[in-house]
C-alpha cells in the first residue's frame, strides 16, 4: 500500500519506519525543513514509562487556584477569550477525580509499557548513539509531606506493572552523587530502575536517515492546507506543493492535528501545552558536579537528563494557545532551579532556551486508532509522552494499517472515548 504519513516529528518518523518495514511505500509530508523540529527538538529526554501517569489528577483543582495569577507557576493559564481552551479545561476538570485518574492511567501505562518493550526491539536493529542513558529515573521529593505522598502513589503504581524503589535522601546521593551538591533540601526520592533517557532529536534525524535509506520519501517544507475525502474514506492530501494520493493516511502532527482534522468534522480534543527547556554546556563532565542519572523534581514539575557533555533541564506547562515564543523569566526560573540543584554545572551565560508544544489531551492518553473516515489513522495527542510512546504507538499504527489486531487492548485510546 501507500501510505502518507503527516508529521515528521518523533511520533512520525517511527511510524513510517514501521510501515516501511511492512513493506509499504511511505512519503512522509513535513511543513518544516527537516524532521524533529518542533516537540521533538528539545524535549526532557525521558524514556519514562514508570512516570506515565496524567496530569490531571485528585490534587491538581487545589494546585492549579494556587498557582493561578504567579508567573513562577509550574501550570500557567494565560487568561484570554479563547473557547477552545476552556472547552479543553472544563474537560480536564473533569478527569480530576480519583476514578477517573486510575482509569486513565491504566490506559497511559497500557501504552507506555508496550513502548518499551518495543523501543528494545527497535533499538536492537538500529546501530547509531543517540546519548542513551539506562540508569533508570529518579524522582525526587523536597520534604516529608510530598515524599509520603510520594510512596502511597508509588506503591498503587506498581500494582500496575510500574516499579518505583523507595529511597532516603542518602541512598538518593549514593546513586546520584551529584546530589551531594544542592543547595535545596532533599528529603528522599523513588527510582525507576528500567526507565531510561536519551536525545529525542538525535535519534529523530538518525531514523530518519535509515528510513530514507528504505526507500521512505520526505516531503519538507510542504504545507498541508486539508484532506480530501469522498466521504468514507481519505483519498488525497493538499499541500502548497500540490495533491498527495495514496491508500491510507496517518495524522501524526501534534497540536496541528486538531486543526486538520477540525475539517473534516472530527474533533481530537487535542489543546498545546507549551514547555520550555534549558541546555546547558557541562563545565567539568567527568567530575561528580554533573549528574549521569536522569532526575525529575516533583515540585517544580521539571526533568533533567545528560546528553554526553550537555545537561539538559526541562518541563513546566503554559497554556496560551500555539505560541512557542520563549519568555524570559519563565525560562530563567528553569535555569535558576537547575543551577540551584546542582551549583557547578556549568556557565549560565552558554545556557540556550528552547518552547514547543506537547499535544495535550484533556484525559492525558493519547488519541490512537480510526478516525470518522475507515482510512484515517490516528497517531497524536501523546502531551509530555511522546519520546516515552513512539515505538509502541508507531507498532500499533502499523498493525492497524493491514488490518491486524495491536498487540494491546485498544479501549479507550480512540476519539470516541470523548464522545
Given at each position: 500500500?501507500?501510505?502518507i504519513?503527516?508529521?515528521?516529528g518523533?511520533?512520525?518518523?517511527?511510524?513510517?519506519?514501521?510501515?516501511?518495514?511492512?513493506?509499504h511505500?511511505?512519503?512522509?509530508?513535513?511543513q518544516?525543513?527537516?524532521?524533529?523540529?518542533?516537540?521533538?527538538?528539545?524535549?526532557?529526554g525521558?524514556l519514562a514509562?514508570?512516570?506515565?501517569?496524567?496530569?490531571?489528577?485528585?490534587?491538581?483543582?487545589?494546585?492549579?487556584?494556587?498557582w493561578l495569577?504567579?508567573?513562577?507557576?509550574p501550570?500557567?493559564y494565560?487568561?484570554?477569550?479563547?473557547?477552545a481552551?476552556w472547552?479543553?479545561t472544563?474537560?480536564?476538570?473533569?478527569?480530576?477525580?480519583?476514578?477517573?485518574?486510575?482509569?486513565?492511567?491504566?490506559?497511559?501505562?497500557r501504552v507506555?509499557l508496550?513502548?518499551?518493550?518495543r523501543?528494545?526491539?527497535?533499538?536492537?536493529?538500529l546501530?547509531f548513539d543517540?546519548?542513551?542513558q539506562q540508569?533508570g529515573?529518579?524522582?525526587i521529593?523536597?520534604?516529608?509531606t510530598?515524599?509520603?505522598q510520594?510512596?502511597?502513589?508509588a506503591?498503587?503504581?506498581t500494582?500496575l506493572?510500574c516499579?518505583?524503589?523507595?529511597?532516603?535522601?542518602?541512598?538518593c546521593i549514593?546513586?546520584?552523587?551529584?546530589?551531594?551538591h544542592?543547595?535545596?533540601?532533599?528529603?528522599?526520592?523513588?527510582?525507576s530502575p528500567h526507565?531510561e533517557?536519551?536525545n529525542?532529536?538525535?535519534f529523530?534525524q538518525k531514523?530518519?536517515?535509515?528510513t530514507?535509506?528504505?526507500?521512505?520519501?520526505?516531503?519538507?517544507n510542504?504545507?498541508i492546507?486539508?484532506?480530501?475525502?469522498?466521504?468514507?474514506?481519505i483519498t488525497?492530501?493538499?499541500?502548497n506543493?500540490g495533491?498527495?494520493?495514496g491508500?491510507?493516511?496517518?495524522?501524526?502532527?501534534?497540536?496541528?492535528?486538531?486543526k486538520?482534522?477540525?475539517?473534516?468534522g472530527?474533533k481530537?480534543h487535542?489543546?498545546p501545552?507549551?514547555g520550555?527547556s534549558?541546555?546547558l554546556?557541562?563545565?567539568?563532565?567527568?567530575?561528580?558536579?554533573?549528574?549521569?542519572?536522569?532526575?525529575?523534581?516533583?515540585?517544580?514539575k521539571?526533568v533533567?537528563?545528560?546528553?554526553?557533555?550537555?545537561?539538559?533541564?526541562?518541563?513546566?506547562a503554559e497554556?496560551s494557545g500555539?505560541?512557542?515564543?520563549?519568555?524570559a523569566?519563565?525560562?530563567?526560573?528553569?535555569?535558576?532551579?537547575?543551577?540551584?540543584?546542582?551549583?557547578n554545572l556549568?556557565?549560565?551565560?552558554q545556557?540556550?532556551?528552547?518552547a514547543g508544544l506537547?499535544p495535550?489531551?484533556?484525559?492525558?492518553?493519547p488519541?490512537?486508532?480510526?478516525?470518522q473516515?475507515?482510512?484515517l489513522?490516528?497517531n497524536t495527542?501523546?502531551?509530555?509522552l511522546?519520546?516515552t510512546?513512539?515505538a509502541?504507538?508507531?507498532?500499533?499504527i502499523?498493525d492497524?494499517a493491514?488490518?491486524?489486531q495491536?498487540?494491546?487492548?485498544m479501549?479507550?485510546?480512540?476519539?470516541?472515548r470523548?464522545?
Open positions: 500500500m501507500k501510505i504519513v503527516l508529521g515528521a518523533i511520533i512520525g518518523v517511527t511510524t513510517a519506519y514501521e510501515l516501511s518495514r511492512d513493506g511505500e511511505v512519503i512522509v509530508v513535513e518544516r525543513e527537516d524532521v524533529g523540529l518542533e516537540t521533538s527538538f528539545a524535549n526532557g525521558q514509562a514508570n512516570h506515565a501517569e496524567p496530569w490531571a489528577a485528585p490534587g491538581t483543582i487545589s494546585k492549579a487556584l494556587r495569577g504567579q508567573k513562577e507557576a501550570l500557567l494565560r487568561l484570554r477569550l479563547d473557547p481552551l472547552a479543553w472544563l474537560e480536564f476538570l473533569g478527569h480530576c477525580s480519583e476514578p477517573r485518574f486510575w482509569q486513565n492511567v491504566a490506559r497511559i501505562l507506555a508496550y513502548s518499551r518493550d523501543f528494545k526491539v527497535l533499538r536492537n536493529d546501530e543517540f546519548d542513551l540508569r529515573i529518579l524522582n521529593f523536597r520534604d516529608d510530598e515524599y509520603e510520594a510512596l502511597i502513589r506503591q498503587a503504581m500494582e506493572g516499579e518505583r524503589k523507595a529511597m532516603d535522601a542518602k541512598s549514593r546513586l546520584e552523587p551529584a546530589l551531594a544542592s543547595t535545596q533540601p532533599l528529603f528522599g526520592g523513588t527510582w526507565d533517557s536519551g529525542c532529536f538525535v529523530t531514523l530518519a536517515a535509515k530514507r535509506d528504505a526507500g521512505v520519501c520526505y516531503q519538507f510542504t504545507q492546507l486539508g484532506l480530501e475525502s469522498d466521504g468514507t474514506q488525497a492530501v493538499r499541500t506543493k495533491v498527495f494520493k491508500d491510507q493516511f496517518v495524522l501524526a502532527m501534534g497540536c496541528n492535528s486538531q486538520i482534522a477540525k475539517a473534516l472530527l481530537l487535542i489543546y501545552a507549551k520550555y534549558v541546555s554546556p557541562i563545565t567539568h563532565p567527568n567530575s561528580d558536579e554533573a549528574p549521569q542519572v536522569s532526575l525529575t523534581d516533583d515540585r517544580y521539571l533533567f537528563s545528560r546528553f554526553g557533555d550537555t545537561f539538559r533541564a526541562a518541563g513546566t497554556f500555539y505560541n512557542t515564543d520563549v519568555i523569566h519563565r525560562a530563567q526560573l528553569i535555569l535558576d532551579t537547575t543551577l540551584n540543584l546542582f551549583p556549568g556557565d549560565p551565560k545556557a540556550v532556551f528552547w506537547r495535550a489531551t484533556p484525559d492525558g492518553a488519541l490512537l486508532g480510526r478516525g473516515h475507515e482510512n489513522l490516528l495527542g501523546h502531551g509530555t511522546g519520546w510512546m513512539a509502541g504507538s508507531a507498532r500499533i502499523a492497524l493491514q488490518n491486524k495491536p498487540e494491546i487492548d479501549d479507550g485510546l480512540g476519539p470516541e470523548f464522545r
